[in-house]
């Protein structure tokens, strides 16, 4: 994925050889870089002293938090008929959270080795 300082980030995934497309805020949102940061922190969790992987749990936060918009994704209103899911209400919801993770990975891992001035600091 190309870095792409004040642009909106598009994120492709493969879905059954289909293409979907999302949108996120550019790498110098400080907002983003925040999202990114806490995503990585609470990847693992200790309870009674044992670690508990939030990796997946995390990355659908960070989606769910941080996505702006899909391109070609449908999905069925209630009259049964096939539209696009951002005209739907809680089209967030709508998306698998596999699909989710394999977005927000890539951010975790690219997010991860961003200097501060791709940062934008």
Same mark, same amino acid.
């Given at each position: 994925? *190309? +870095?792409?300082?004040?642009? #909106?980030? &598009? /994120?492709?995934?493969?879905?059954?050889?289909?293409?979907?497309?999302?949108?996120?805020?550019?790498?110098?949102?400080?907002?983003?870089?925040?999202?990114?940061?806490?995503?990585?922190?609470?990847?693992?969790?200790?309870?009674?002293?044992? *670690? +508990?992987?939030?990796?997946? #749990?995390? &990355? /659908?936060?960070?989606?769910?938090?941080?996505?702006?918009?899909?391109?070609?994704?449908?999905?069925?209103?209630?009259?049964?008929?096939?539209?696009?899911?951002?005209?739907?209400?809680?089209?967030?919801?709508?998306?698998?959270?596999?699909?989710? +993770?394999?977005?927000?990975?890539?951010?975790?891992?690219?997010?991860?080795?961003?200097?501060?001035?791709?940062?934008?600091?």
């Amino acid at each position: 994925m *190309p +870095v792409r300082l004040n642009q #909106d980030i &598009r /994120v492709t995934i493969d879905v059954g050889g289909e293409e979907a497309t999302f949108v996120f805020p550019a790498w110098s949102d400080p907002k983003l870089q925040k999202a990114i940061d806490r995503m990585i922190e609470n990847r693992v969790e200790f309870r009674r002293n044992r *670690p +508990v992987d939030q990796g997946y #749990d995390q &990355r /659908v936060i960070f989606f769910d938090s941080m996505c702006q918009s899909c391109e070609n994704v449908t999905d069925l209103n209630e009259a049964g008929e096939e539209v696009d899911v951002m005209t739907l209400d809680g089209w967030k919801k709508r998306i698998p959270p596999g699909w989710k +993770v394999s977005c927000a990975a890539q951010f975790e891992e690219r997010g991860a080795n961003l200097s501060e001035d791709e940062r934008g600091n």
